[in-house]
């Protein structure tokens, strides 16, 4: 998908590194703020959202406030730093319940070695924007 305005000025954007050392670290570009309640983080140059959480085994992951308002489809994406990893991909949209404004959502699932699932939603305003964060992501994405 060609670049669009919003992720021409990602690009010019300096690299910050996200996530905490259960989850697990990403590069990201931009300046991002940790909500201090969650495991949330936000952009605000561009308005993305990044949620990341890690389950044990066995106990699976359900974020019922971020449902989707639409799925237009599934994939599959590799890690990188971990190629025998499958993360299933799920891209839709997602209507903010403050703002009624709808925005691109992906949903990121996948289960390391030890058997934890690590997940990350990522919502922003344009599918370019937000293929090219996941990318980011999968190309940069460490354990520790």
Do not use: C
């Amino acid at each position: 998908m060609p670049d669009d305005s919003a992720t021409k000025a990602y690009r010019q954007l300096p690299v910050d590194v996200i996530g905490d050392s259960d989850f697990g670290h990403f590069q990201v570009k931009g300046n991002w703020q940790q909500d201090a309640s969650s495991l949330q983080w936000l952009q605000q140059t561009q308005q993305v959202m990044i949620l990341t959480s890690t389950q044990g085994q066995g106990w699976g992951v359900d974020f019922s406030s971020f449902s989707f308002q639409t799925v237009v489809g599934q994939s599959q994406l590799t890690l990188s730093n971990f190629p025998t990893i499958n993360v299933l991909r799920i891209d839709g949209t997602y209507e903010s319940p403050n703002s009624a404004k709808v925005k691109n959502m992906a949903y990121l699932e996948w289960h390391m070695s030890d058997g934890h699932i690590r997940v990350i939603y990522v919502i922003a305003p344009s599918q370019a924007l937000l293929n090219l964060i996941i990318a980011t992501i999968g190309e940069t994405y460490q354990s520790q």
